[in-house]
């Protein structure tokens, strides 16, 4: 009797043991595949039908099942994301997108998706020497990361630091002045108003008929946001140009810049 108890006894065990390790493994597995840590930060997908990798949408798209949240340009080249709000829910879809045209409207294609339970979220890019990375952070957790290569730098012939300065409008105070000062190097773009922040800091060049086009990507200040270039700056013989300083009455004037080798200030 003794014998047979004690058998029962050692059988329990191992089964019990046998179910813990096979739990464990579905978990690491869960976490390997998926990236995404702790893995109860996330939701299996759910039925809808606007956010899904592949999808193509432009911003005049209508969603049905969710609510967008949030959508901004990264300093990616052509990377955006959006966060979304399924309907009803406090279930959350995050996806990356690639910027596809704006012939006469923005098109996108998103690349990824991920589902979160929580919208507390920050994203961060991290460059290193041939790309750079997008981490995605929930409750100041990483949870996942999308490596981009570096496929194209700013050309030699727009780096380097440049500043401009234009005559504004009339004010109770004296006439405006709009003092500018662009620092180009490889991988980075820097533009600063002397005097305002606003608008100031990093942007993302792009090189589109022998011009240099500027997309502000400092933070999310709609007031900067444009889905057409800020500034974009062009070359003429030996002299740069650049358009979108001033106020209204220089805005889309081609003005000189000067190139120089160190800032002022």
């Given at each position: 009797?003794k ?7 050692v ?11 096979k ?5 690491k ?15 299996e ?28 340009e ?5 990377i955006w994301?959006?966060l979304?709000?399924?309907?009803n ?9 690639k ?16 589902n ?18 997008l981490?995605?952070f ?11 290569k ?5 050309s030699e012939?727009f780096k380097?630091?440049?500043?401009v300065?234009?005559e ?16 180009i ?6 533009l600063?108003e002397?005097?305002s ?12 008929n022998?011009?240099?086009?500027l ?12 889905s ?5 700056i ?8 650049i358009?979108?300083?001033?106020g ?7 003005t ?10």
């Amino acid at each position: 009797m003794k014998k047979q108890t004690l058998f029962y006894m050692v059988l329990t065990l191992l089964l019990v043991f046998l179910s813990c390790k096979k739990a464990d493994n579905i978990t690491k597995t869960n976490n390997l595949n998926n990236k995404i840590k702790p893995i109860d930060s996330v939701y299996e997908e759910k039925q809808q039908k606007d956010i899904f990798i592949n999808n193509e949408f432009n911003a005049m798209t209508e969603l049905v099942d969710v609510k967008a949240l949030d959508f901004k340009e990264t300093s990616i080249d052509s990377i955006w994301y959006g966060l979304y709000n399924i309907q009803n829910t406090d279930e959350y879809i995050f996806s990356v997108n690639k910027f596809l045209d704006n012939q006469d409207v923005e098109r996108y294609k998103t690349i990824d998706t991920i589902n979160l339970k929580s919208r507390n979220i920050v994203v961060k890019v991290e460059i290193f020497n041939e790309f750079k990375t997008l981490n995605l952070f929930l409750n100041k957790k990483l949870i996942k990361k999308w490596k981009f290569k570096i496929t194209k730098s700013i050309s030699e012939n727009f780096k380097g630091k440049f500043t401009v300065s234009v005559e504004g409008d009339y004010t109770n105070h004296g006439r405006e002045m709009y003092n500018y000062e662009i620092n180009i190097s490889e991988n980075e773009i820097s533009l600063h108003e002397t005097g305002s922040e606003l608008c100031s800091g990093r942007y993302r060049g792009k090189e589109n008929n022998n011009k240099l086009e500027l997309f502000y990507v400092q933070d999310s200040d709609e007031r900067c946001e444009h889905s057409k270039a800020s500034y974009t700056i062009k070359k003429e013989g030996g002299q740069f140009y650049i358009q979108g300083v001033g106020g209204e009455g220089t805005y889309n004037e081609w003005t000189p810049l000067k190139k120089v080798t160190k800032f002022e200030n």
